[in-house]
Every structure is written in structure tokens, then in C-alpha cells.
């Protein structure tokens, strides 16, 4: 159900559940100090508890109502990429709900940098708990009908058109004068350790501290399978029946001219984030026996997507 902005608001006040547009993906808002619609936003995704939400502020103004302590690093980050696709992990304050951070002792914030988005958050004076607004583990959603077919037509929707980075957040988390890299994303570690000047601690991806690090997440319905070397996706198009195929990196047409249900994206990683939502729900919806993906080389502007398809990738144990 689409929603008007003064919709929204007159929503989320009263503590119900609203999807709003984001330039990475949309997300399942609730207001973040009110632990009924906290809950609310944990029912409907079906996503365990365990797993924190970030919190979405207008502006850096606000990170002192919800952190004990905004280090200068995280300050000069926060300057350098918000508004925009960018997470800062930082001490709690202890008034911070619990259901919110799910424990943990600390908070996730950002400033998002979709114009209706921050007018919402503006106007209606509410800092927003928003994690994607999709089934826990499915695909996440970049426009309002991904919204509608992942968690049903009664949902209020705020339509901001389709999300023009296309991918999550780049999460890091700053204590002191130290950072560690919690999520890829779109802004890469290079820009971060540019600004920073320096570089991460080391490991921090293999700790448990980013539950969204789950394996199996991001996952079309339909298996997956991920191809590094193209002769490799080839040979098995041509023993499997009624694949679907996801083609990244600009791949001649000559070569992808045999495959029936084929989408070739180009090899500019920006133009690859904003449609590989899009791409996979397309495919997904096709019934297609198995979706192969042609993986982009493993380069560091390439982490983040490369990052997204291994979640979608992996089937081991289940
Ligand atoms: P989603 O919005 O669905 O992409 O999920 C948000 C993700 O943000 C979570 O799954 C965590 O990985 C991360 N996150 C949120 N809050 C925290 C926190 N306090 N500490 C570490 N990671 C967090
Ligand atoms: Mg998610």
C-alpha cells in the first residue's frame, strides 16, 4: 500500500512499521526509541533478535542522542560520506533501547542521502530504526514492488522510485582513534582509509560483531551458482537445463549469445550495485532451475558486489 510522505509520519509517530526509499535499498522503518514498533520491524522481517538495526539520523547533529562518545575519526568520517551509504558503529549511550542494538553495547547510525528520506526524518523530528525491508535472508528490495512481493500488498510503502546505489550500506565501526571494516559497501575501504589515514585492524570481518554477516543472506528462492572463470559457467549451462544467467563485466554478446534467460551488466561497479537487486529478483521470478553468476574479478573496487553474490551464493548445510 503506498503511503504519502504526511502518511508516513502520522505512521511511524503512532509507532507502526513504514518501508521508506533509501539510496542503498529500502528499508523497514520503525521509530528508534519506541520498543512496540522495534519489535514490530523484527516480526514482520522475521529476523532474529540477535541482529541489530541501524539507526537513521538527519543529520551528525543527532549522534549524540544515541552515542556515548563521537571520536574525532568517526566525526571526520561521518563529514567526509554522510549523507550517504555509510554506517558508523560507536559506543552506546546506555539510554539507547536494547531491541534496537540487540544487546549489543553498541550503535549502528547513519545519515541516508534519499531526498523524501531525510525530509521524513526532518519533519517528523524521529530517528529511524530501518533494517531492509525483505523477509530475513531474501533478496533486498530496491524498489516499493520488491517491498509488496517480499512482505505483502498491507505493507505502507513511501515510493522514492528505485534506489540508485542498489546495495547495503558500508559498515565500520570506530572505538578511539581506531576503525574496523564490519561490512563492504560502495564507499570502499581505500576512500575510508583515505580520510582516516590509516589503515583498519586487521579480522574484523571474521568476527561475530556484524550479525548481517550471516552466510546465507541477500539469497534469491532459486539455487545459485557463482563462476569465476567464464569456460567453467559455459560447460555447466550446457549440461544443465533451464538455467537463468547473471553476466557482470561487460562479457561480448557473442559469448553470452546462447544463453535464453540472460542479463549482462556492465563492468563499471556502480552501474553493477544500483541494478544487482533488480537483476536477481528478475531472474529469481523466472523459475528457473539454477541462476549462474559470473563473478567480477576479485579486485578491491569489486568487494562489495563480489560480497553480496557469495551470501547469495552459499547453500553448504542447507
Ligand atoms: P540490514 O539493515 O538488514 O542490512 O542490517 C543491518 C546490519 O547492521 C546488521 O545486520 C549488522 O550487521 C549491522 N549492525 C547494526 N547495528 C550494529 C551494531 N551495534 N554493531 C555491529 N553491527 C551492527
Ligand atoms: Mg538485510
Same mark, same amino acid.
Given at each position: 500500500?503506498?503511503? /504519502? !510522505?504526511?502518511?508516513? %509520519?502520522?505512521? &511511524?509517530?503512532? $509507532?507502526?512499521?513504514?518501508?521508506?526509499?533509501?539510496? *542503498?535499498?529500502?528499508?523497514?522503518?520503525?521509530?528508534?526509541?519506541?520498543?512496540?514498533?522495534?519489535?514490530?520491524?523484527?516480526?514482520?522481517?522475521?529476523?532474529?533478535?540477535?541482529?541489530?538495526?541501524?539507526?537513521?539520523?538527519?543529520?551528525?547533529?543527532?549522534?549524540?542522542?544515541?552515542?556515548?562518545?563521537?571520536?574525532?575519526?568517526?566525526?571526520?568520517?561521518?563529514?567526509?560520506?554522510?549523507?550517504?551509504?555509510?554506517?558508523?558503529?560507536?559506543?552506546?549511550?546506555?539510554?539507547?533501547?536494547?531491541?534496537?542494538?540487540?544487546?549489543?553495547?553498541?550503535?549502528?547510525?547513519?545519515?541516508?542521502?534519499?531526498?523524501?528520506?531525510?525530509?521524513?526524518?526532518?519533519?517528523?523530528?524521529?530517528?529511524?530504526?530501518?533494517?531492509?525491508?525483505?523477509?530475513?535472508?531474501?533478496?533486498?528490495?530496491?524498489?516499493?514492488?520488491?517491498?509488496?512481493? /517480499? !512482505?505483502?500488498?498491507? %505493507?505502507?510503502? &513511501?515510493?522514492? $522510485?528505485?534506489?540508485?546505489?542498489?546495495?547495503?550500506? *558500508?559498515?565500520?565501526?570506530?572505538?578511539?582513534?581506531?576503525?574496523?571494516?564490519?561490512?563492504?559497501?560502495?564507499?570502499?575501504?581505500?576512500?575510508?582509509?583515505?580520510?582516516?589515514?590509516?589503515?583498519?585492524?586487521?579480522?574484523?570481518?571474521?568476527?561475530?560483531?556484524?550479525?548481517?554477516?550471516?552466510?546465507?543472506?541477500?539469497?534469491?528462492?532459486?539455487?545459485?551458482?557463482?563462476?569465476?572463470?567464464?569456460?567453467?559457467?559455459?560447460?555447466?549451462?550446457?549440461?544443465?537445463?533451464?538455467?537463468?544467467?547473471?553476466?557482470?563485466?561487460?562479457?561480448?554478446?557473442?559469448?553470452?549469445?546462447?544463453?535464453?534467460?540472460?542479463?549482462?551488466?556492465?563492468?563499471?561497479?556502480?552501474?553493477?550495485?544500483?541494478?544487482?537487486?533488480?537483476?536477481?529478483?528478475?531472474?529469481?521470478?523466472?523459475?528457473?532451475?539454477?541462476?549462474?553468476?559470473?563473478?567480477?574479478?576479485?579486485?578491491?573496487?569489486?568487494?562489495?558486489?563480489?560480497?553480496?553474490?557469495?551470501?547469495?551464493?552459499?547453500?553448504?548445510?542447507?
Amino acid at each position: 500500500m503506498r503511503v /504519502s !510522505l504526511a502518511d508516513a %509520519i502520522a505512521l &511511524l509517530k503512532r $509507532g507502526e512499521v513504514v518501508a521508506i526509499p533509501t539510496e *542503498t535499498v529500502y528499508g523497514l522503518a520503525g521509530d528508534a526509541q519506541n520498543e512496540s514498533a522495534l519489535h514490530k520491524i523484527y516480526a514482520t522481517k522475521q529476523r532474529p533478535a540477535n541482529n541489530p538495526l541501524i539507526v537513521h539520523i538527519a543529520s551528525a547533529a543527532q549522534v549524540d542522542d544515541f552515542a556515548s562518545e563521537f571520536p574525532p575519526l568517526a566525526q571526520k568520517l561521518g563529514l567526509a560520506f554522510w549523507p550517504g551509504p555509510f554506517t558508523l558503529v560507536l559506543k552506546a549511550k546506555p539510554t539507547v533501547s536494547t531491541v534496537v542494538r540487540a544487546g549489543e553495547p553498541t550503535v549502528a547510525l547513519r545519515v541516508p542521502a534519499h531526498p523524501l528520506t531525510l525530509q521524513l526524518l526532518q519533519e517528523s523530528g524521529l530517528a529511524l530504526a530501518a533494517p531492509s525491508a525483505n523477509r530475513y535472508t531474501q533478496l533486498s528490495p530496491t524498489t516499493a514492488a520488491h517491498v509488496e512481493s /517480499s !512482505l505483502g500488498q498491507d %505493507i505502507p510503502v &513511501l515510493d522514492g $522510485g528505485a534506489c540508485q546505489v542498489g546495495i547495503e550500506s *558500508t559498515i565500520v565501526s570506530v572505538d578511539g582513534d581506531t576503525w574496523q571494516l564490519l561490512r563492504h559497501g560502495m564507499i570502499t575501504q581505500a576512500q575510508i582509509e583515505a580520510i582516516a589515514g590509516k589503515p583498519a585492524l586487521a579480522h574484523a570481518m571474521a568476527t561475530p560483531k556484524a550479525p548481517g554477516q550471516h552466510l546465507l543472506h541477500y539469497s534469491p528462492r532459486t539455487p545459485t551458482q557463482l563462476f569465476d572463470e567464464y569456460i567453467e559457467l559455459q560447460k555447466y549451462a550446457q549440461t544443465h537445463q533451464d538455467c537463468a544467467t547473471l553476466l557482470i563485466g561487460n562479457v561480448t554478446t557473442n559469448l553470452n549469445s546462447g544463453f535464453q534467460h540472460c542479463i549482462a551488466l556492465s563492468d563499471t561497479p556502480a552501474e553493477v550495485a544500483e541494478h544487482l537487486y533488480e537483476s536477481l529478483h528478475k531472474l529469481d521470478q523466472l523459475q528457473a532451475s539454477t541462476i549462474l553468476i559470473f563473478l567480477p574479478p576479485n579486485l578491491p573496487e569489486w568487494a562489495a558486489i563480489r560480497d553480496r553474490l557469495t551470501r547469495a551464493g552459499y547453500r553448504e548445510n542447507f
